[in-house]
């Protein structure tokens, strides 16, 4: 997903790119914002699509999931833009590529 906002080039969160084979596709972001407008009524799909396709560029498909998923379960997040913006939402994410292993294996005698 390519961001198509008139606002920033980095979200205020301050995360770096990831590698573009790590982010939400299209048709994910779309079906997290369908998702996520079940949990959250309140929180409109174009909005949640929009806030997943401006942080899209910074964040992997499993971490923009749990985010989002995070920021919704929170009565006082107001609206998905809080995407945008550090926050415990964050907290549980990896910023990492997940199909790159985090420790080299053991060697076995």
Do not use: C
């Amino acid at each position: 997903m390519t961001p198509t906002h008139d606002g920033p080039t980095t979200p205020p969160h301050g995360r770096p790119p990831v590698p573009p084979h790590t982010r939400i596709t299209l048709e994910a972001a779309e079906t997290l914002a369908s998702l996520i407008n079940l949990i959250r009524n309140d929180w409109h799909q174009p909005g949640i699509f929009k806030a997943l396709e401006r942080n899209a560029p910074y964040a992997t498909a499993l971490d923009i999931t749990l985010a989002t998923t995070h920021a919704a379960r929170t009565p006082e997040n107001k609206t998905p833009a809080i995407l945008d913006y550090p926050g415990p939402h964050w907290d549980h994410t990896t910023q990492t590529d997940p199909n790159t292993p985090t420790s080299k294996p053991t060697p076995q005698p």
